[in-house]
């Protein structure tokens, strides 16, 4: 998260926050949750500063509202960026994090983090995820001082709002464009569009940067249905687990199950059937018919 190290004197007085994200939608780069917060005072003066719904806004329009707000006194703004990793490993996980509890957690983080440096809050907007009025007991059990209204489109219903969406969208179009990639592999390039699922140069990015073993670079969420049709030119991995098998057995060497990637909604060809035969009790057989062992010490 990003904040002002410094708190503003009006922080004392009764304030409003708007929170909304950007960037819930594509397979590539992250997922930006934005705020905006002023005195409860300054609404008047925040609904002449033509904050609208960051969509509906031009690209050049959106950067100078931002600049503009930055540069405005009267108003504070933060944003949670969730890298794209972190957004697949939680959507994968065995007990998964749905994409509506992460955003849950992202905006509670926000208004966490305004309490915790002392902002007065007493009304939060947020656009909602899911069902608005779950969403608003939700937060008020979190938070029962502050007021919440929670709605559908409060990115235009809602100035405070709108700002903050300003500050997502913003935010994410900058980190896309900056994104330094993490791997190094020959030929690969960065137009790969607005990120969205649709975008023919997103679908032309990916294809070019699938990788037989290892997937995708990690600017991609990998648990986007977007990605399953590639899947299936992909390796199938297989790997052990030591985890106790539904019979209960304590032997280390009948209690390992064969895992897949198919597992975790993860699908490839076949490989062949000495490498993949396996009763879902013991070794694989890859590892029987090479006598391979597992050891603990060297």
Same mark, same amino acid.
């Given at each position: 998260m990003s904040w002002?190290?410094?708190?503003?004197?009006w922080a004392s007085e009764p304030c409003m926050m708007g929170i909304d994200e950007a960037g819930r939608g594509p397979v590539l780069g992250p997922m930006v949750y934005g705020c905006l917060y002023c005195?409860?005072?300054? !609404?008047?003066?925040?609904?002449?500063?033509e904050?609208?719904?960051?969509?509906?806004l031009k690209e050049e329009k959106r950067e100078e509202l931002f600049e503009?707000?930055?540069?405005?006194?009267?108003?504070?703004?933060?944003?949670d960026i969730i890298d794209p990793r972190e957004l697949s490993a939680k959507m994968l996980k065995k007990s998964k994090i749905n994409l509506n509890e992460i955003s849950h957690d992202s905006a509670s983080g926000l208004v966490a983090k305004a309490l915790d440096m002392g902002i007065l809050l007493t009304e939060v907007y947020v656009d909602t995820v899911g069902d608005a009025e779950k969403y608003r007991v939700k937060?008020?059990?979190?938070?029962?001082?502050?007021k919440f209204i929670v709605a559908k489109k409060a990115d235009s219903l809602y100035p405070v709002v709108s700002g903050a969406s300003i500050v997502a969208k913003v935010t994410r179009d900058r980190a896309l464009r900056n994104w330094i990639l993490d791997e190094t592999a020959e030929n690969m390039h960065r137009i790969f569009g607005s990120g969205y699922p649709g975008d023919?140069?997103?679908?032309?990015?990916?294809?070019?940067?699938?990788?037989?073993?290892?997937?995708f670079p990690t600017l991609v969420r990998f648990s986007w249905g977007t990605c399953t049709p590639y899947f299936k030119d992909m390796v199938e991995v297989l790997w052990e687990s030591d985890k106790l098998d539904e019979e209960g057995s304590t032997d280390r060497n009948t209690n !390992? !199950?064969?895992?897949?990637?198919?597992?975790?909604?993860?699908?490839?060809?076949? !490989?062949?059937?000495?490498?993949?035969e396996s009763s879902g009790k013991g070794r694989c057989k890859f590892f029987e018919t090479r006598k391979l062992e597992i050891v603990t010490q060297f």
């Amino acid at each position: 998260m990003s904040w002002s190290t410094i708190l503003p004197k009006w922080a004392s007085e009764p304030c409003m926050m708007g929170i909304d994200e950007a960037g819930r939608g594509p397979v590539l780069g992250p997922m930006v949750y934005g705020c905006l917060y002023c005195a409860v005072s300054y !609404r008047s003066a925040l609904a002449s500063l033509e904050f609208a719904d960051s969509k509906t806004l031009k690209e050049e329009k959106r950067e100078e509202l931002f600049e503009n707000l930055k540069s405005d006194e009267s108003i504070g703004w933060a944003v949670d960026i969730i890298d794209p990793r972190e957004l697949s490993a939680k959507m994968l996980k065995k007990s998964k994090i749905n994409l509506n509890e992460i955003s849950h957690d992202s905006a509670s983080g926000l208004v966490a983090k305004a309490l915790d440096m002392g902002i007065l809050l007493t009304e939060v907007y947020v656009d909602t995820v899911g069902d608005a009025e779950k969403y608003r007991v939700k937060l008020s059990e979190r938070f029962p001082s502050i007021k919440f209204i929670v709605a559908k489109k409060a990115d235009s219903l809602y100035p405070v709002v709108s700002g903050a969406s300003i500050v997502a969208k913003v935010t994410r179009d900058r980190a896309l464009r900056n994104w330094i990639l993490d791997e190094t592999a020959e030929n690969m390039h960065r137009i790969f569009g607005s990120g969205y699922p649709g975008d023919p140069e997103t679908k032309a990015w990916m294809h070019d940067h699938q990788h037989s073993v290892f997937g995708f670079p990690t600017l991609v969420r990998f648990s986007w249905g977007t990605c399953t049709p590639y899947f299936k030119d992909m390796v199938e991995v297989l790997w052990e687990s030591d985890k106790l098998d539904e019979e209960g057995s304590t032997d280390r060497n009948t209690n !390992r !199950r064969q895992l897949k990637l198919s597992s975790v909604g993860i699908t490839g060809y076949k !490989r062949k059937s000495e490498e993949t035969e396996s009763s879902g009790k013991g070794r694989c057989k890859f590892f029987e018919t090479r006598k391979l062992e597992i050891v603990t010490q060297f």
